[in-house]
């Protein structure tokens, strides 16, 4: 007898897309007669949170689960268990039993949140070097966007959490701006309004 969960591995989600079916394949090759058997879905990473009661099958077979990719289900494990219905029940540790379970890691992943207050000079003289605009690190970004006045240059610090930039002509006023972004998506945009003048 075997079990064997679809698809294999990592599984990674965004928040809000449509979610990887799991399948798990029921194999009773083998076997003498055609037993009855059960199985259920566990998620997390303690096997304790059953998904729902057990469900009965007969022979071999397939089971799907659409696993959840909300927010709160962030690096959930999600576990196929199976036994035999004499079994009376279905957990993970009673190998000798004929039961069986495999798992794959479903990681979900937010948009991340918008960045918080840029810290820097506001007011600023035309063509000077140096000035440096910052945020705190966003859970979940892998990048950060950043967007300066017009004339005004990013010498440092390009998709990080901090740039160094040099100011522009007089009267080139206008915001410092800076979103997170993932491969799920882009936040929306934190802003300074700064301004050049002699």
Do not use: H, K
């Not at 965004?14 to 007669?33: M, Q």
């Not at 199976?82 to 379970?101: F, H, I």
């Not at 890691?105 to 035309?126: E, F, K, M």
């Not at 007089?170 to 050049?196: I, R």
């Amino acid at each position: 007898n075997s079990t064997s969960v679809a698809p294999t591995g990592f599984q990674d989600l965004c928040v809000g897309d449509p979610a990887t079916t799991l399948t798990a394949t029921v194999s009773t090759s083998g076997s003498s007669g055609t037993p009855t058997i059960q199985y259920q879905w566990y998620y997390n990473t303690s096997n304790s949170n059953n998904i729902g009661t057990a469900t009965m099958l007969t022979g071999d077979t397939n089971a799907t689960y659409t696993p959840d990719n909300s927010v709160s289900a962030t690096g959930n494990r999600y576990y196929f268990c199976v036994g035999y219905a004499t079994d009376n029940g279905c957990g993970q540790t009673n190998a000798d039993q004929g039961l069986a379970s495999n798992q794959i890691r479903v990681l979900v992943t937010p948009v991340p949140d918008t960045p918080g207050v840029i810290s820097g000079q506001a007011d600023t003289t035309p063509s000077t070097a140096g000035y440096v605009y910052s945020i705190s690190a966003v859970p979940n970004a892998t990048t950060y966007n950043w967007t300066v006045p017009t004339n005004w240059s990013i010498t440092a610090g390009t998709g990080t959490t901090s740039i160094t930039v040099t100011s522009g002509n007089d009267g080139d006023n206008g915001n410092v701006t800076v979103t997170a972004e993932n491969s799920c998506g882009t936040s929306a945009a934190s802003t300074l309004a700064v301004t050049c003048s002699t």
